[in-house]
């Protein structure tokens, strides 16, 4: 066979097997309805509108146009309904996490908690890290942990921004709201903060960074083939990302990579358990060195952006709404003078205050934490939702944005910022709503784990800002 022959035969091969597989991923979700054709069989327009930053704004309308259960790629449904999600997620059920969640595994040699995909691998590691983000070893250590960085964050707004009337410089809220979680997390994690806060700097470029390679990042996250490459631990032990890069995604682990492993690194010579951080925790239910840094690393670049945004939310819609901030200056005035109140307030102090957390469950609704796919996979056998069957193997996703502005579930003026939609209904209604938002932050087994630091510093942060804007009217 001459070098013609072999070059036709082999494009004819090549064109027979992509025309088959266009074909089975066609038909294999051919019943769902689709925002466009290219979703059938390819990922060209889920990745173009990750990297485009829309897709908040195009996945609230998608169940509006279409249904209850739409398909996004050539592999995946894309869902809002809550009763599907909690099913997925519950104790008992035999969907797995999607390869989507590998996108959290940085270091090639040990997978942590949030990229092991199996049911009972992961439930292991749940268990062995649960304590840490509880706060059942660590006791007071934690609410603890959580004040002195409110303190520094009221001090400094009091000081540098509060005292000088109008001609108070403007404060920066993206950046120093992130410094706050920054400086949270790591006090919580290693016993000792990164000092964003006290510097007010953008230690080592982290947030740069973060916000340079999110597009990159959550492209990379949402298109498979892309992501089995990137994600690989061959490729990442020959190409991946290292701490000592000046750019890119080792810049990304960089310097906050060092400085948890100097932490971790001084836990297990020292062996010193008296700070009631989550390393000691992770140290004494069996983690090793190597897996704590790992796990240190995600803790860090999960627990900063995310929250930060939800506290930005909270006093952005709060200030611009008059009738809310009037409502929430009166209860936080009312707290003080019914006293005593301790400085930061105390999270069960805060936790009884209903229209203080009303204004933080409203502004997680208008815009959640983080926006991602979170798919989970159909097991053998398939399933049926709302009469369609779904085959084994699809990815399920969760489309936060359409779930937390649903008519149905959050009322007729769900486009509009009223907290007091969780608290001028019948007890049960009100309840369902909390209980509808709470899955921005998982369920069940795949529930974030430190959930309740997240509306800890939500709380304490709203409360001591509205002290402060009242002290300096």
């Known amino acids: 066979m001459d070098f013609y022959n072999l070059a036709a035969l082999t494009a004819f091969a090549f064109l027979g097997w992509y025309t088959l597989t266009f074909a089975l991923a066609w038909y294999r979700l051919r019943k769902f309805p689709t925002p466009s054709w290219l979703a059938h ?14 897709q908040y704004w195009v996945h609230r309308e998608l169940h509006r146009k279409y249904c209850p259960l739409v398909r996004i790629g050539p592999n995946e449904i894309m869902t809002d309904d809550p009763d599907i999600i909690r099913s997925m997620s519950s104790t008992r059920s035999t969907f797995t996490r999607g390869e989507w969640y590998l996108t959290g595994r940085f270091n090639p040699y040990y997978d942590i908690l949030f990229t092991i995909l199996s049911n009972d691998g992961h439930k292991k590691a749940r268990a062995r890290v649960h304590a840490g983000y509880s706060g059942r070893e660590t006791g007071v250590a934690l609410e603890h942990g959580v ?47 990164f000092g964003f806060l006290q510097a007010e700097k953008d230690r080592y470029g982290f947030f740069k960074e973060v916000h340079s390679l999110w597009p990159q990042m959550s492209t990379v996250a949402d298109v498979p083939w892309i992501r089995r490459i990137i994600f690989s631990k061959p490729f990442l032990k020959l190409l991946g990302p290292r701490s000592t890069d000046s750019h890119g995604f080792g810049a990304l682990m960089g310097q906050p990579d060092r400085v948890a492993r100097e932490h971790v690194q001084e836990k297990f010579s020292t062996l010193d358990n008296s ?108 399933v049926e939702y709302h009469g369609q069957f779904i085959p084994s193997g699809t990815n399920i996703c969760l489309n936060t944005s359409s779930l937390l502005h649903s008519k149905s579930l959050f009322g007729n003026d769900s486009e509009v910022f009223r907290p007091e939609r969780f608290m001028d209904q019948d007890e049960d209604t009100c309840n369902e709503r909390k209980r509808n938002l709470e899955l921005a932050f998982g369920h069940g087994q795949n529930q974030c784990l430190g959930k309740h630091i997240a509306f800890m510093e939500f709380a304490k942060v709203t409360f001591e800002v509205r002290i402060l804007l009242l002290e300096t009217n």
């Open 41 to 54: 069989f390819s990922y060209l327009w889920l990745g173009r509108l990750t990297y485009s930053g829309k």
């Open 147 to 193: 004040d002195r960085q409110v303190t520094r964050l009221t001090d400094l707004l009091r000081q540098k921004y509060a005292v000088h009337g109008d001609d108070a410089p403007l404060v920066n809220i993206v950046d120093v709201s992130s410094y706050f979680t920054m400086d949270v997390i790591t006090k919580l994690a290693f016993g000792q903060e």
């Open 275 to 382: 700070k009631g951080d989550m390393m000691e925790t992770f140290i004494r239910h069996g983690l090793t060195q190597e897996e704590c840094e790992a796990e240190g690393l995600f803790t860090i670049i999960a627990g900063t952006e995310s929250t930060a945004s939800t506290i930005r939310s909270i006093l952005i819609h709060t200030i611009s709404s008059p009738v809310v901030y009037s409502k929430l200056k009166n209860e936080v005035l009312e707290t003080i003078r019914k006293g005593p109140v301790s400085s930061p307030i105390s999270n069960k102090d805060a936790i009884d205050l209903p229209y203080l957390q009303a204004v933080i469950l409203e502004s997680i609704r208008m815009r959640p934490p983080i926006l991602g796919l979170f798919p989970k996979v159909v097991p053998s056998g398939g």
